[in-house]
């Protein structure tokens, strides 16, 4: 069940890709001998829900071909396997994503929490009366339940937002975390498991996503970076969603994120009765969108793709 758990970013509805009467068949396999039912009660008590959206409304996209099916089932496979075998070699392995942007400034913040007082917000969220988003790149370390949080200080002139979250930040918020917690949690470890989305700062498209991981992680830290990306559309299923980000959006509910502190406080807040703790950095630095990867960063990539999916399953290696 470890890799098999997707979830909701702001809130505590999980799921799993395993049926009650497959789960039920896994256990009679270690001599546990239960049945879909009970299998379905225990996962009940533990938070987990049939419940979730459905998507109905067409759209004009193509439907998902059967060969389209299973090449997104052996993607989930695989990056089990993978962050598996990382594990068994005490090596680490993270999850990594950026979670929904939050708009500095009185603003309601949906939930309810135990005050003497209301707090009294804006009528309207525009971003007109905001002084800047807060941009949150998380890294979750799978092993030992630990998180990590750069907070992009997105400031605003007129309506304009100046910075993006861009492959420049993702890297270098992963580089953050890896002075600040990584180096000395995994002393002479020179590989690294990056579990991320297929789109966004972190998508397997982006050309400058690679080019910043040779450049930041692989050259200066002499690392052997794998990552392994999400199939499209299931970015749910990544772990840091529900073991990190919606742990930080039920620490502040009900409060206003009135300045990028209240942001930074309640994010190092964060903690969970099974262990999760979480360091967090404020980030001044504003990045540039729209940077392209010059011809010779790309001949300078020294990756390796993987023969499942080699388009989402890669190695970059120092120069």
Known sequence: M???IAGDPMSDLKWTRKTTAKIADELALIDIFVSKTTVGKILKSLNFSLKTNIKSISNGGKPITKEKREKRNNQFNYINEMLSKFSKMRTPAISVDTKKKEPIGNFKNNGTRYKRGVDLTNDHDFLTYAS????LYGILDYDKNKGFVSIGKFLKKGNKILSGDT???AVESIERWWTSDGIEAYQNKNDLLIVADGGGSNGHRPHMWK?????VLC???KLNVTVCHYPPGASKWNPIEHRLFSEISKNWRGTPLIDYETVLKYTMRTKTTTGLKVNAILVEKQYEKGLKASKTDLENLNIERHEINPSWNYTLRPN
Do not use: R, S, W
Not at 132 to 135: D, E, H, K, R, V
Not at 211 to 215: A, I, N, R, S, Y
């Open 219 to 221: 050259n200066k830290y």
């Open 167 to 169: 492959p420049e930040f």
């Open 211 to 215: 080019v910043k991981l040779q450049e």
């Open 2 to 4: 470890k890799y098999e």
């Open 132 to 135: 800047g988003i807060a941009a």
